[in-house]
């Protein structure tokens, strides 16, 4: 496996920052109706004090589930339990109590911090997990005042937080929601988050010292890496949205230059700037983006689903660079990086840290960052690794020679049908997402025929005066199918009246039946 050399650890970025940036404003978040801003070294002091309260209830390494909404108590408990020689089990604060406590007792969990938006879940839990001694609040914010000021630097709890962390051990056990619903945990190592973040950028647009606003939750290692850690070692402003309700609203209130997003929300932005465009017709793209983005977003990366190129051209129109990035929670997190360069349809360059190849179609990669294996799976681990040890992405794709990467399909999604033709059904979706009227699609086989499944856009069809929607998705059917070999032709269309049903990251869910 590639190895980097003079990794720093988490808790050697925690201590370099405030002294690399001046000590400047790190944090930005809004409490009570008020901004609220923490320096580097506040997040440092406070992130260190967590870590000592947890030493001294813990002094064995264990296991902490954290389930909550991004916010500033996740983010100095996080980083805690990390440089606490601990391991962090984030949890979506919207699963369902028995898919918690199956993760939970997976995990071997043995303290549970919880936002507000869990505690109705939370007695259901604990009856389901026998082993969990201990659950804490993330709300009571008064609380968290007092672990900051009691566990400080002059505290006789000091020396706790003096902990040497074996960079190549577990520190982050993240569950993968799959395209299936089958969840595994990633064991990460400290080392490989880091190392994610040493990739050398093709150009200075990825790591710019920018105002960013962290959009997605923190539970998701695209966040936690390239919103926490990113900016961590490279002195932006990050600013926490909170829900995500209040997007827009944030959005002229923190005026960031960068987001990470997915696809469907940058399909929500395009779609509330084209409306304020309608309503004021001499608005030119980039005075309606402005008016709605605060005026200083100008880079959007996307991650987590395909993303259309005609939404890229769009933003392209507004001043606002929107391009795809590709990874995985088993390589650590990203893959590739995107540039100025990288054709519209691509998923990025392969990072300068990484290899790829590709090999019976399938993109293979070799990265530091990759994971030490899924947590008490063994078989399941070393069927993700070739024999050369390259870890299988599970996507079919192709590879240029300027390392930019091209995905077609996921290898477990082929559509195998009776005369023997091998059917990559993200192709067919790709032409349905071309059209703004549907809004989400999945394709699949049932009874050796083509089916897909269309949740339209009702708004985008009330807007065009599209009367009939289930005739104007057929028509679009028949355009697909016009120049489609046989094999690859839709043969029944269902339009839907609800979304499809989704993991916790917003992935649709493939199953045989929608």
Same mark, same amino acid.
Not at 38 to 44: P, Q
Not at 71 to 88: D, H, P
Not at 168 to 196: F, H, R
């Given at each position: ?33 008020? +901004? ?14 967590? $870590? ?12 902490? &589930? ?104 577990? @520190? ?15 064991? =990460?190592s400290g080392k490989a988050l880091v190392s994610n973040m ?40 990050? $600013? ?10 944030? =959005? ?13 929300? &940058? ?31 100008? +880079? +959007?990366? @996307? ?7 005609? =939404? ?20 650590? $997190?990203?893959? *590739? ?13 392969? +990072? ?14 070799? *990265? ?5 294996g899924y947590y008490k799976r063994p078989e399941e681990t ?52 071309? @059209? ?5 699609? =999945? ?33 679009? *059917? ?37």
């Amino acid at each position: 496996m590639k190895e980097l050399q003079n990794v720093p650890t988490i808790r050697e970025l925690l201590d370099a920052a405030p002294v690399k940036f001046n000590d400047r404003t790190f944090i930005r978040f809004l409490r009570d109706g008020a +901004m609220q801003e923490r320096s580097f070294g506040k997040v440092r002091a406070d992130s260190l004090a967590f $870590c000592r309260r947890l030493r001294s209830l813990l002094p064995e390494r264990t296991h902490v &589930a954290i389930i909550s909404k991004s916010s500033y108590e996740y983010i100095t408990c996080l980083t805690g339990i990390i440089i606490g020689g601990f391991v962090a089990v984030p949890i979506p604060p919207d699963a369902p109590a028995q898919e918690a406590a199956e993760i939970i007792n997976d995990a071997d969990v043995t303290v549970i911090l919880y936002g507000p938006e869990f505690a109705p879940k939370l007695e259901t839990v604990r009856a389901l997990c026998p082993a969990v001694r201990e659950a804490v609040n993330l709300g009571d914010h008064a609380d968290f005042e007092k672990i900051y000021e009691e566990y400080n630097d002059a505290s006789p709890y000091a020396a706790l937080s003096d902990v040497k962390v074996d960079p190549a051990e577990c @520190s982050l056990l993240i569950y993968t929601s799959g395209t299936t619903g089958d969840k595994k945990g990633v064991m =990460l190592s400290g080392k490989a988050l880091v190392s994610n973040m040493m990739f050398k950028p093709y150009n200075d647009i990825v790591n710019r010292a920018d105002v960013i606003l962290s959009v997605l939750p923190l539970y998701h290692i695209f966040c936690f890496v390239t919103d926490y850690l990113g900016p961590l070692k490279n002195g932006n402003v990050l $600013c926490l949205n909170g829900d995500i309700r209040d997007l827009f609203k944030n =959005l002229l209130i923190f005026k960031p230059n960068q987001m990470r997003v997915v696809p469907m929300l &940058a399909q929500a932005l395009l779609g509330r700037i084209r409306a304020l465009q309608a309503r004021e017709p001499s608005l030119t793209p980039k005075e309606a983006a402005a008016r709605v983005t605060g005026g200083n977003l100008d +880079m +959007m990366l @996307s991650g987590g689903a395909y993303l259309d190129p005609a =939404l890229c051209r769009a933003f392209d129109a507004m001043g606002i660079f929107l391009r795809q990035g590709y990874g995985m929670s088993e390589s650590g $997190c990203k893959i *590739t990086v995107p540039d100025q360069d990288t054709a519209l349809d691509c998923v990025g360059r392969v +990072m300068n840290i990484c290899e790829a190849r590709i090999r019976d179609g399938e993109i293979q990669v070799e *990265t530091p960052c990759r994971m030490i294996g899924y947590y008490k799976r063994p078989e399941e681990t070393a069927a993700m690794f070739t024999e050369d040890g390259w870890l299988k992405t599970g996507d079919i794709g192709y590879l240029t020679e300027d390392r930019q990467l091209f995905v077609t399909g996921r290898v477990k999604n082929l559509i195998i049908l009776s005369n023997g033709e091998n059917v990559s059904p993200e192709g067919i979706e790709k032409k349905y997402q071309a @059209s703004p009227l549907v809004s989400e699609v =999945l394709v699949y086989a049932e009874d050796d025929m083509i089916v897909a499944a269309v949740y339209p856009d009702r708004e985008y069809a009330d807007r065009e005066g599209i009367a009939d929607v289930s005739a104007a998705l057929q028509a679009l *059917t028949d355009r697909i199918n016009l120049n489609a070999p046989t094999s690859r032709t839709v043969a029944r269309l269902i339009v839907r009246d609800e979304p499809l049903e989704k993991t916790a990251t917003g992935k649709i869910l493939r199953k045989t039946n929608q």
